[in-house]
């Protein structure tokens, strides 16, 4: 089987398991089995699949096993862990991916680098309790602080499960008094990568003992290691009851259900914000045009005043900022600290992350300290014109960089000319005075803010490490995953403050991820149901998702609660447009143009439902009456000429596309529409000359025959015969292939 094979083969089985379908699984874990060579696994399949027949068997019966339930879990705990281990095992015996290879070396000299890691600990923190458990090991000269970090950092990040020597180890480690802080945050990441690339509950255990220690700088990435953790295996959580034991305790921890709502918060950030406008406009939206009639696109209705697809948030949800200032505080937090989500430094130090020191993964997570022995060329080389050891000193205590982007800035400015330097050193300690305004300004000396800017600044390194690593197409990309953020075990079990959820949602709202503000809103509307604001958002979410019905039934049901808004009557009618429902859009039209008669995108949306239901007089009086209010709109002339052609005022309607024309010569439709006039003014050597420009313009002639046939009907009521018709499609074919 290809790498590529085990993992579709792994997802497939993980996922039937949690839909119950174990009756299915258990011949595809034996055709894994086969092909891994490790026949004895058998053998576990063949007691497991007896348990599952006993389940089954005593389901049936009256005699009701009050175990069962406990059982089952059981079973499926042993399925998944077992599609874990031969997926782990294939994937490592293949080795086509450099983290394999890495782990295969590890693994050929198992016992000499689990001896390494464990005395490079020892010597770390020179601490009597690690040195009684190590005190048996025997190996060579220990390597260098930074190397020996390196090794510690594989052998946790590549370990698939722990054993209870390395627990006891890694125990000792996050209860050591002398361990350094950013050495623990080392070890931190290196748990939270191990457990996203491979379960284990022993991972979990040691992160929940990091996070409860609450150590300064450690416990946050404890904590959103947790965070990501129950993100990437939440379809397991009722399967291992510590997890939600160890989840129900972190209820007492100080401001808990902070800490969740910022980590969800910066998480959001940390994800691509345009993924969702990108989906509108390159999937939803083209879907929706395809369904709307031709004249749409000929008319180009939608733009005579070159709004946004779709109407206006409402002007009043501003209020709940006031009743919410504190959601208000979060949104601008970090705005003047260049801090918002992912995309202010990214850009521009994604070329600076190919330094050797980048080259190790476990560079990408040290937290940027100034004794760290790659800043020494740059602090303790004597004989340098410029002492940069303040510069270090000051880019350590500041949040407005994260921590990879730090090492690249220093990395680069070693290697700058002096000259250089001198005028990007007075630049950058402007910066930095600034900055250190700024925090002080944004109260960073409050804990609860600082807490927020580590989490800040670990989501920036998690992000650098998912996007710019040269391997990280080898990593499950945590920021790319569809994830239920709120439907997640772990934050319902932690987040019940209504006004917590709210601000959730709002944020969501805020950034444009309707479909994670759409679930927690719902949540929200269970409780709430005479909240119009909540009607009205959930439409709009609705809206943006391209669920036309659904926001149509939610924007009446607003309505009933506070009727006759303008703004719900002009979004209902909006609806009704996108659903193809013409003479209800007419009818709130006229209802919000009773309400703002001056209103010229009432009266123009007015005019586009009554040219599809075939009213073109009054189509024609009510664009004349927007074209005399905005006679500098060139546009409100393309739906007048088209009027005007079907009434046959073919004068008026050439005037209108000879106007149209001058501003946009090469107007495909516009063209084909002059061909129209002047073919029905019984002018058909000048019906040709447009007719061929209007071609040209198509660029192809399916198209242009698929308009030109459709027009068909409004020719033939100028006497145009089809007979005609064709020849003129024929002629322009032929004319189009000589030239």
């Known amino acids: 089987m290809t790498t590529q094979d085990v993992i579709k083969d792994y997802q497939k089985i993980c996922k039937m398991l949690h839909r119950r379908q174990v009756a299915d699984v258990i011949p595809m874990l034996r055709k894994m089995v086969g092909f891994s060579n490790r026949e004895f696994m058998n053998e576990q399949l063949d007691e497991l699949l007896d348990t599952y027949r006993n389940i089954l068997r005593h389901s049936f019966t009256a005699t009701k096993d009050p175990e069962r339930k406990k059982v089952y879990h059981y079973l499926i705990r042993s399925l998944l862990e077992l599609a874990d281990e031969l997926k782990e095992f294939m994937l490592t015996r293949e080795a086509s991916l450099n983290t394999y290879r890495i782990k295969q070396d590890l693994l050929r000299n198992n016992r000499m680098e689990r001896g390494d890691a464990m005395r490079i600990l020892e010597s770390l923190t020179l601490d009597k309790e690690l040195a009684s458990l190590l005190k048996e090991v025997n190996v060579g000269d220990l390597p260098s602080r930074e190397e020996g970090l390196v090794r510690v950092f594989n052998i946790i990040w590549l370990s698939d499960k722990y054993s209870e020597g390395e627990m006891e180890l890694l125990q000792a480690a996050c209860d050591s008094p002398v361990l350094p802080w950013h050495d623990k945050s080392l070890v931190v990441s290196a748990l939270t990568l191990s457990l996203l690339r491979y379960f284990d509950l ?143 430094f990214i850009s521009a130090f994604s070329q600076l992350k190919g330094f050797p020191f980048f080259r190790e993964i476990s560079n990408w997570f040290v937290p940027f300290h100034a004794g760290n022995q790659i800043l020494a060329p740059i602090t303790q080389t004597p004989g340098k014109e410029f002492d940069l050891s303040p510069l270090v000193e000051k880019l350590e205590t500041t949040y407005f960089m994260c921590n990879s982007d730090k090492y690249s800035f220093c990395l680069n400015l070693e290697q700058v000319p002096d000259q250089q330097k001198a005028m990007m050193m007075n630049m950058l300690n402007a910066e930095m005075e600034n900055i250190g305004e700024l925090e002080k300004d944004e109260g960073l000396i409050n804990s609860f803010a600082r807490t927020k800017s580590v989490y800040t600044q670990y989501f920036q390194d998690l992000y650098r490490f998912f996007k710019l690593h040269p391997w990280r197409r080898e990593f499950d990309d945590m920021f790319n995953m569809e994830l239920d953020l709120y439907e997640t075990s772990f934050v319902k079990h932690l987040v019940s403050d209504r006004k917590t959820i709210r601000n959730i949602a709002e944020f969501y709202f805020d950034k444009k991820f309707y479909p994670d503000a759409l679930k927690v809103f719902l949540a929200i509307l269970d409780e709430d149901r005479s909240n119009i604001e909540l009607f009205e958002k959930i439409a709009f979410c609705y809206e943006k998702t391209g669920r036309f019905d659904l926001a149509f039934n939610y924007y009446q049901k607003a309505d009933l609660i506070d009727s006759n808004r303008l703004w719900i009557i002009k979004k209902l009618a909006y609806c009704c447009k996108l659903l193809n429902r013409w003479t ?70 050439r005037d209108y596309l000879e106007r149209l024309l001058a501003e946009e010569p090469g107007n495909k439709y516009d063209l084909m529409n002059m061909g129209h006039v002047l073919w029905c003014m019984k002018e058909p050597d000048k019906a040709l000359k447009a007719y061929s420009k209007s071609l040209a313009a198509w660029g192809s002639i399916g198209g242009f025959t698929t308009s030109f046939n459709e027009d068909r009907k409004h020719l033939a009521l100028h006497s145009i015969s089809d007979f005609d018709m064709d020849l003129m499609l024929d002629f322009l074919h032929l004319k189009a292939r000589e030239e």
């Open 202 to 344: 022993n991972k979990f255990l040691i992160l929940f003992r990091f996070l409860e220690k609450r150590q300064e700088f450690v416990w946050e990435r404890a904590m959103v290691g947790v965070f990501l953790g129950f993100l990437k295996y939440n379809d397991r959580y009722y399967l291992y009851p510590q997890l939600e034991e160890k989840t129900l305790a972190l209820q007492e921890f100080p401001n808990i259900e902070q800490n969740i709502e910022a980590i969800l918060i910066q998480f959001t950030k940390s994800k691509e914000t345009d993924k969702v406008k990108k989906k509108w406009e390159k999937e939803i939206l083209p879907e929706i045009m395809k369904m709307r009639p031709k004249i749409e696109e000929k008319l180009d209705l939608d733009n005579i005043f070159q709004e946004e697809f779709g109407e206006e948030k409402n002007p009043d949800w501003e209020t709940v900022f006031e009743d919410a200032p504190d959601l208000l505080n979060k949104l601008q937090e970090f705005t003047e600290m260049q801090m918002e989500g992912m995309d202010v």
């Open 584 to 653: 209800e859009a007419l009818r709130y039209y006229r209802e919000a143009e009773k309400q703002d008669p001056e209103d010229l995108k009432i009266q123009a949306n007015t005019g586009q439902c009554l040219i599809h239901l075939g009213q073109y007089q009054e189509a024609l009086d009510v664009y004349f009456k927007v074209e005399v209010l905005a006679p500098e709109n060139h546009r409100i002339r393309r739906p007048l000429a088209w009027c005007s052609f079907i009434l046959g005022k073919l004068d008026t309607a």
